[in-house]
């Protein structure tokens, strides 16, 4: 039954508060947090259309040339993990790994420059999403079974995802166009300016991709709620059936 209650109350709380967050001078935490998802989506992306990546604070150096060795390796890491889960009748495993071959597949006929690019908030919506998602881990995993790390990736997926989708679905003026200095023009002005993208087709994907994100939780969080209310012992939901008619 508390299993339940958390799965009623964890996420949408958690998404609440980092939507106050946003609006006081915490936001420049949530900030922080968003940087390291947001530089770890544009190494990801590369690594994904195979460039190296090396993300770092700020700034993700990659390459401009794909390596077939890249592209090879991460192919063979993903289809080793999917068979590790096979072997261990991991279904799920075996699924995502599935689904990272296909990822892996489509990004490689992706424009690659533009695509890493985007994939910096792109990618901190999509990891800030994933990281919610682990709230839902098997209740045999390390995830579930510590109460720390299960909260904790809560929080900063939160954090993180509500950080840069509201950025995006704000007012243009808000928007970080403009030169990082020391480093290169930002991502908004590098994709308009460099890579051809009009304000409005930059705005429509990005907040197309945070509610694809928001839609795959939903369908996590009422997915959540029914297992867990299907786990609770008979006795209890009779329990509290009598509790309620007193």
């Given at each position: ?8 109350f964890?996420?949408p709380?958690?998404?609440?508060v980092?939507?106050?967050v ?7 935490a949530?900030g922080?947090?968003?940087?390291v ?5 544009h190494a ?35 289809c ?12 799920g ?36 999403t ?33 950080h840069?989708?509201?950025m ?11 030169e ?19 304000v ?22 009422l997915?959540?709620?029914v ?17 309620a008619?007193?």
């Open positions: 039954m508390r299993e339940f209650k958390y799965r009623i964890a996420v709380v958690a998404l609440l980092a939507w106050l946003a609006r006081t001078g915490l936001r420049l949530a922080m947090l968003a940087m998802l947001h530089e770890s989506g990801i992306t590369a690594w994904l259309t195979g460039r190296w990546a090396v993300p770092m604070p700020w700034v993700t150096m990659h390459g401009e040339e794909r390596s077939w060795g890249i592209v090879v390796g991460l192919a063979a890491v993903i080793f993990v999917g068979f590790l889960a096979w072997r261990a009748e991991r279904w495993w075996v699924l995502a790994a599935g689904a990272a071959l296909l990822v892996q597949v489509v990004f490689l006929t992706l424009p690659a420059e533009a695509a890493i690019v985007f994939g910096g908030d792109g990618g901190a919506m999509v990891l800030g994933m990281l919610m998602a682990t709230f839902y881990a098997p209740h045999e995993s390390k995830l579930y079974k510590s109460w720390g790390l299960r909260w904790g990736l809560l929080a900063i997926g939160a954090l993180s995802f509500v840069v989708f509201l995006w679905t704000g007012p243009y003026e808000n928007l970080p166009f403009g990082i200095e020391g480093v290169n023009l930002s991502d908004p002005s590098l994709l308009t300016e460099m890579y051809g993208w009009s409005i087709q930059l705005v429509d994907r990005y907040v197309g991709l945070g509610r694809i994100c928001l839609a795959a939780l939903l369908a996590l969080y997915w959540g709620l297992s867990a209310y299907l786990a609770i012992p008979r006795r209890d939901l009779e329990r509290q059936s009598a509790v008619i007193r």
